[in-house]
Each structure stands twice: as structure tokens, then as C-alpha cells.
């Protein structure tokens, strides 16, 4: 069985490039931001981030401290979900 699974999506290439930018200046690759996606909406049972018609930007956090906990939060040992 593999230890891991592959992900196909699409996405427009210019959308691709930018975020890849950003990652890259994150330290972060593109499967690693969407692992940490995955693991908090696992974790949450929910998305990590609201979903809403209007505009939230006086309280969404600094992208630096969302970064470094998303990053904290994918060294973490979720194994213990797998029990469930």
C-alpha cells in the first residue's frame, strides 16, 4: 500500500505561478501547503478559514502567523485519528 496518495486538480496556470511564488517566500511547497489544508480541515471537520459573501479583512490574521502555525500544526503527530 503506498504511504501516500496522488492529487490531481485544476487550477489556472497564473493563479499556479503567483501561489508558488508566495509558497516559495513561505518556505513551503505546494503539496506542503495542501497538506496542511487537508490536516486542518481533518482536524477541524471543517475549512480552516471562513466562506462567507462579505469581506472579513479586519479579521483575518497576518499570512506570516498563519503560515508558521499551519507549519507547526503539519509536524504534529495526527496518528491518533486513524484509530477513530
Known amino acids: 500500500m503506498p504511504t501516500t496518495a496522488i492529487l490531481r ?3 489556472d496556470p497564473r ?3 503567483r501561489v508558488e ?3 516559495s517566500q513561505l518556505g513551503l511547497s505546494s503539496s506542503q501547503a495542501i497538506n496542511i489544508l487537508f490536516a486542518q480541515i481533518e482536524r477541524r471537520r471543517a475549512l ?3 466562506i462567507s ?3 472579513n479583512n479586519d479579521i483575518l490574521p ?3 502567523h498563519v503560515a ?3 507549519n507547526q500544526l503539519d509536524r504534529e503527530d495526527f ?3 486513524d484509530k477513530r
Do not use: D, G, M
Open 21 to 23: 511564488k508566495i509558497l
Open 53 to 55: 459573501l462579505e469581506l
Open 68 to 70: 508558521r502555525v499551519w
Open 48 to 50: 480552516p478559514f471562513p
Open 62 to 64: 497576518p499570512i506570516e
Open 79 to 81: 496518528s491518533y485519528l
Open 15 to 17: 493563479r499556479k505561478a
Open 9 to 11: 486538480t485544476r487550477i
